[in-house]
């Protein structure tokens, strides 16, 4: 195909003027003006439109995110009483049907999460309430003993709960996470330039995804990662990380997937100095998830298999540990999250190549909670300027569902790093928008021959601006801009 008329995105360079952009084969393999179409090959007139390199969302639970909008929402409920409440008005409109929520963030309420809240409900129906940051299920009785789950009062949490978690889709029903309902989900994402994301979903494993691609879930590219408890049968595949896991290369082998430590809410993140308020009894700090040498042992595994790493550290001390694993294993990869570490500790990834991969939107649901839990520790949260400063690979994502698979709110917040009308929180740790653009397009810069033809085509050019509060508010409303969005070449998404 030949697309014509186009202006490109200065991503890494200016290019000026208006050129034509040929694809053979699912890459870019001429950039010029005056271009003439081969006979037969179907010509697009972008009309002087913007061309840019598609969007990547380096980060997300694509499960949970296509379920996510059939669930209740408790984003706003201040209370137990109040997300009792509104699992009591679910279950009046839809009693005869199990009730899954999303979204509760009980760190600012007044009193904990308990089981018999919800067994205090009149009804037979499995409730389960997964947090915002998707690290613990509130359930009721019931639900405990459907997932096989010791009786408790409290929460089901981190290590526990993310092995419950796998188990919901066959023990509360099917919850629409066939291939149709991916394809939906993935229809959405090219709606926004999307054309790519790095699967870090808790449960499956490289058959799921191989039957999902042949169903019909096969629009944008998807890197799929594994965990721990599924890297025998990885390593027993030989698949090393980047390799195809069926006939489409679209479809590759991700990374493994290590949660090292916890989430800020819950408390739990490791962290050196502990929690000012509300920290977990005995564990002030937080707490890790693996030892240093069950850690190391799991990179080292990795890497002789040929495996890159992603591994889960919010807390500045698991931050640490995880750099110290990456330079005793050789391992490649990178660290999620990096809510929140050291300058020194940013140097140290540089000189590692440990890439950090980051999801800006935390930082708006995270800033006041973070005063109240990490007081004096706020300079160094997700430190972006300094990372890029001192040259580390920095990429975004979302972390859907915690937050929206959105690539242009990330790109708006790692910008302004504000989310209502204060002022950015901490604006020394901003980053432009054409290096916040550059970080959501999988290494990609400016199109060019030799790229691949995962392109998106846009109404204007989302560089035009001085990387302020105003730029940022055009910025977030970017996906009503997308006109064309293409995936090797092919149509994944094309305005009305």
């Known amino acids: 195909m030949l697309i014509r008329n186009a202006r490109l995105v200065a991503v890494t360079e200016h290019v000026p003027g208006r050129l034509d952009v040929r694809v053979e084969d699912g890459r870019v393999v001429e950039v010029a003006p005056g271009l ?11 009309g002087g439109r913007w061309l840019a390199p598609g969007l990547w969302d380096q980060h997300v639970h694509l499960g949970q995110w296509t379920l996510a909008s059939a669930r209740l929402d408790l984003a706003t409920a201040r209370s137990c009483a109040e997300a009792v409440e509104l699992v ?12 899954i929520g999303w979204g509760h963030r009980p760190t600012a309420w007044p009193d ?40 408790r009062e409290s ?26 309902a991916y394809r939906r989900s993935m229809e959405a994402a090219a709606a926004q330039g999307v054309v790519g994301v790095v699967d870090l979903e808790f449960s499956g494993g490289v058959a799921d995804w191989v039957d999902r691609w042949a169903g019909g879930a096969d629009l944008v590219r998807v890197r799929h990662a594994c965990y721990a408890d599924g890297l025998d049968d990885v390593l027993a595949r030989g698949l090393r990380t980047g390799d195809p896991l069926a006939a489409d290369p679209r479809l590759t082998m991700g990374p493994l997937k290590i949660i090292s430590d916890g989430s800020l809410n819950t408390r739990t993140a490791w962290c050196c100095e502990p929690y000012a308020e509300k920290a977990v009894p005995g564990l002030e700090e937080g707490q890790p998830n693996q030892t240093p040498e069950e850690l190391r042992s799991l990179l080292a595994r990795a890497a002789a298999g040929g495996l890159d790493v992603a591994v889960h550290a ?78 580390v690979d920095v990429v975004l994502g979302s972390d859907a ?81 997308v006109a064309v969005t293409w995936v090797a070449g092919q149509v994944a998404y094309e305005r009305a």
């Open 88 to 99: 009591r008005e679910r279950l009046e409109a839809w009693p005869d049907l199990p009730v």
């Open 401 to 481: 569902p915690v937050s929206p698979l959105d690539p242009w709110l990330g790109i708006a917040t790692a910008v302004h790093r504000s989310g209502d009308e204060r002022e950015p929180w901490h604006p020394e740790q901003s980053i432009t928008a054409r290096e916040a653009l550059a970080a959501s397009t999988d290494g990609w810069g400016t199109v060019a021959v030799g790229h691949p033809a995962d392109l998106v085509l846009l109404d204007d050019d989302p560089l035009a601006g001085d990387s302020d509060r105003s730029h940022a508010a055009e910025l977030r409303a970017f996906a009503d801009r």
């Open 155 to 180: 929460v089901v949490s981190e290590g526990e709960w993310f092995q419950a978690y796998g188990r919901l889709a066959s023990v509360l029903a099917a919850e629409g996470t066939g291939p149709d």
């Open 112 to 151: 904990n999460p308990a089981v018999s809240d919800l067994d205090a409900i009149a009804t037979d129906q499995p409730i389960v309430l997964i947090a915002g940051d998707g690290h613990h299920g509130w359930l009721n009785t019931t639900a405990l003993h459907m997932l096989a789950l010791p009786i």
């Open 314 to 391: 919010i807390g500045d001390r698991a931050v640490r540990v995880a750099l110290d694993a990456f330079e005793a294993t050789g391992a490649r990869g990178g660290i999620e999250h990096v809510q929140l570490t050291t300058r020194d500790d940013v140097r140290r990834m540089a000189a590692l190549g440990v890439r950090a991969s980051v999801q800006p939107a935390h930082l708006v649901d995270d800033r006041d909670v973070t005063e109240r839990l990490w007081p004096g520790r706020a300079e160094r949260c997700f430190p972006l300027r300094w990372m890029l400063d001192d040259g």
């Open 36 to 46: 003439s179409p081969a006979p037969g090959e179907p010509a697009y007139d972008a």
